[in-house]
């Protein structure tokens, strides 16, 4: 089994900061990818960021500029600094990996369950 475990949503005011961290465990031979999505109610669950490895990295173009994705590969983790916060980042945060498994031959995607961020105006 894999988890992904997320934490460091809550609220803050327009312009400020927050970090994320996601934290994967269990029975992992290798991370081929680490991401964030978030979601509001009714919308579909966007891509944010997203690290393949290395420095291959992907942004939203509404984060760009404001939002830094990181990976610490030795810890499975992934963080997700978010500077310059609008109240429009307001949604849940979800991390996402696609992970192989010891013995598998193709990874697969995993899913945390989500961390609220919400940012007032």
């Known amino acids: 089994q894999v988890q992904l475990v997320e934490s460091g949503g809550g609220l803050v005011q327009a312009g400020g900061s927050l970090r994320l961290s996601c934290a994967a465990s269990?029975?992992?031979?290798?991370?081929?990818?680490m991401g964030w999505y978030r979601q509001n109610p009714g919308k579909q669950r966007e891509l944010v960021a997203q690290?393949?490895?290395?420095?291959?990295?992907f942004y939203a173009d509404s984060v760009k500029g404001r939002f830094t994705i990181s990976r610490d590969n030795a810890k499975n983790t992934t963080f997700l600094q978010m500077n310059s916060l609008k109240p429009e980042d307001t949604a849940v945060y979800y991390c996402n990996a696609v992970i192989k498994r010891p013995g598998h031959y193709y990874g697969m995607e995993y899913w945390g369950k989500g961390t609220l961020v919400t940012v007032s105006s």
């Open positions: 690290n393949t490895g290395g420095s291959n990295t």
């Open positions: 269990g029975s992992i031979f290798s991370i081929n990818a």
